[in-house]
């Protein structure tokens, strides 16, 4: 492609060093990750501990969302034009202050307003994401940008297992508290690693480099391309159904079997497992082969499946293994979701298109949990996993139209 005035220049680094960038951001997000794995499947009993009721709880997985839906296209658009280094850097550090900040949180109305803060400024995962897309050929985004979601997932076997170990729920609110010093601290090693290690991706902008465009304007162009704005959709879609669920699982997992926070942490871990499979060896593969909608589609399906599946699980032996078969639809979707993306747009853009698509996630996260703790308390405990298992449906439809409209803008373009 032509470079133009207006597109910042990669600093995509030469092959020999491509892997070893990739080894560096693959460290980071993991050790990241095992901190946000290891508080994630205890928020619903810590909210407990501070006498939270179940739409409270909701509103802390809401309140984080919030955040990341405003920061996700600030961080993205500002690393198009500052870097993905520096940006690394104040998110993963604002996640170390955020879990400081939860750990003494007086009461459930503090705990929600931490939550908020630490979204805003922990909403770096569009950033990652354009990092991979520097440093990677347009063919290998899918599989490369499984590897990262491996560090993520991997982060999900260590975290919950971790935080399985390290809570004392005999001891109440104090007994969560560690679990979540320890996440703060990895935070902490995470961002240490980005300065230590981590090289930049793109090339600082000049004086002479336009600005970054608005949120608005970055919208109406995602709007109007016809892959990102059905990706989007989808990721609407899916999300919500997702959110619900994860919300609401320890919640359900105990009213149903009578579980506590080490066996919802251990549940994850299956989860983490199956996901670091899926997404580091099988994701790409599959996406090479059938193409990066057709394996979205079957992804949202398979998840979709996942959560009937645990409505009906006869015992509770069988909701690790069904919700491993449910992970790995979740492996198959957010990869190829960046992917089509990525190799829909400008390499200028790919930051702010793909914090576009993380906006639109939180958006789900906002509004999904808050939904199914709705429907928790009101309707039934299975019934958060029904409705999000039917919204898999038409995201699986909505994946195969933004396929054809790959293929369509691919054969104007050429």
């Given at each position: 492609m032509t470079q133009t005035p207006d597109t910042i220049p990669s600093a995509t680094p030469p092959a020999r060093d491509e892997r070893a960038a990739l080894a560096v951001l693959f460290a980071v997000v993991f050790i990241n990750l095992v901190g946000f794995g290891l508080v994630v499947p205890l928020l619903p009993f810590f909210g407990q501990s501070l006498e939270a009721q179940a739409w409270q709880i909701a509103l802390m997985f809401s309140a984080y969302s919030l955040g990341q839906f405003f920061a996700e296209p600030f961080w993205g658009r500002l690393s198009d034009r500052i870097g993905r280094r520096p940006?690394?850097?104040?998110?993963?550090?604002a996640n170390a202050?955020?879990?400081?900040?939860?750990?003494?949180a007086p009461n459930i109305w503090a705990a929600i307003a931490i939550r908020l803060f630490t979204g805003l400024g922990a909403g770096n995962i569009s950033t990652v994401q354009g990092y991979v897309a520097d440093v990677t050929p347009p063919d290998k985004r899918a599989g490369r940008m499984g590897l990262i979601g491996a560090a993520?997932?991997?982060g999900f076997i260590v975290g919950p297992g971790l935080g399985g170990i390290l809570v004392r729920e005999d001891l109440g609110r104090l007994g969560y508290q560690l679990p979540i010093f320890v996440a703060a601290a990895l935070a902490a090693l995470a961002a240490v690693g980005v300065i230590v290690f981590l090289k930049e991706s793109r090339v600082r902008a000049t004086a002479e480099t336009p600005p970054p465009q608005r949120f608005l304007a970055g919208l109406h162009q995602a709007f109007a391309d016809p892959v990102v704005s059905r990706v989007l959709l989808v990721t609407l879609i899916y999300m919500a159904g997702f959110s619900g669920m994860e919300s609401t699982f320890g919640l359900w997992a105990e009213a149903r079997y009578g579980w506590g926070a080490r066996e919802v942490g251990l549940a994850f871990m299956a989860v983490g497992v199956v996901s670091v499979i899926g997404q580091a060896l099988i994701a790409g593969r599959?996406?090479?082969?059938?193409?990066?909608?057709?394996?979205?589609?079957?992804?949202?399906?398979l998840f979709g499946a996942g959560l009937v599946g645990q409505v009906l699980s006869p015992s509770q032996e069988w909701v690790p293994v069904i919700m491993a078969f449910g992970a790995l639809g979740m492996a198959l979707t957010m990869p190829n979701v960046s992917a089509l993306i990525s190799r829909s747009v400008e390499p200028d853009r790919q930051g702010a298109m793909l914090g576009l698509n993380m906006a639109t996630s939180s958006i789900a996260r906002i509004f999904g949990p808050i939904v199914a703790g709705a429907i928790f308390s009101g309707v039934g405990h299975d019934w958060p996993f029904l409705i999000g298992a039917?919204?898999?449906?038409?995201?699986a439809v909505m994946a195969i139209n933004a396929g054809r409209a790959f293929v369509r803008k691919a054969a104007v373009t050429a």
């Open positions: 940006v690394l850097l104040i998110t993963v550090a202050v955020g879990y400081l900040m939860l750990a003494f993520f997932g991997l599959l996406a090479r082969r059938f193409g990066e909608a057709r394996v979205l589609a079957f992804g949202c399906l039917m919204l898999t449906v038409p995201a």
